[in-house]
């Protein structure tokens, strides 16, 4: 019975810590509050490392990034393929809106495309993006996590076609 007790006492923790863990789409938020709490981004060089999984695939890079605030980010694979993708185009228009809309803390086009949610603890902050039912981000997007504290740290897009891109991002303080 002794054994037993201090089973089901294990479960009931180990289910609570799990809890405890908790997710950032459970903390929905406004624009309006989100911008008073984000730290102003700034211009910044570093580099990223980046993983995509497609299924049991998992696809790593990394190499340069830089993130010219009014303009979008570039980053500039060194492995395993020798690439540049530029965010601060037309081409690639989507994520560069959301990208200067969040450095810019101008949410009108987070507000009218996505539902916001938002989470700070120990000087470190989680904004996460759900596409709106019938918005155009709502066709390729499940979700977009962003975390940092002074700089971004972590990006993770949910797509719903093409898997989830995980980036993370080491930048030297000045």
Request: charged share 25%.
């Amino acid at each position: 019975m002794r054994k037993f007790l201090l089973f089901l006492t294990i479960i009931f923790l180990g289910i609570n810590l799990c809890n405890a863990s908790d997710d950032i789409f459970e903390h929905p938020s406004s624009s309006k509050e989100i911008s008073k709490q984000m730290p102003k981004l700034k211009d910044t060089s570093c580099k990223f490392e980046q993983k995509k999984y497609i299924g049991t695939t998992v696809l790593k890079s990394g190499g340069n990034f830089k993130f010219v605030k009014n303009k979008g980010a570039i980053f500039e694979t060194l492995y395993p393929i020798k690439s540049t993708v530029s965010y601060t185009s037309s081409k690639n228009k989507q994520m560069n809106d959301i990208i200067v809309a969040i450095s810019n803390k101008n949410y009108a086009y987070l507000d009218k495309n996505f539902d916001l949610y938002y989470k700070s603890e120990n000087g470190k902050w989680i904004v996460g993006l759900k596409p709106k039912n019938g918005s155009v981000p709502a066709s390729q997007l499940h979700d977009i996590v962003i975390k940092g504290s002074t700089d971004i740290d972590n990006i993770k897009i949910n797509t719903i076609k093409n898997g989830i891109t995980d980036i993370s991002f080491k930048c030297e303080t000045n």
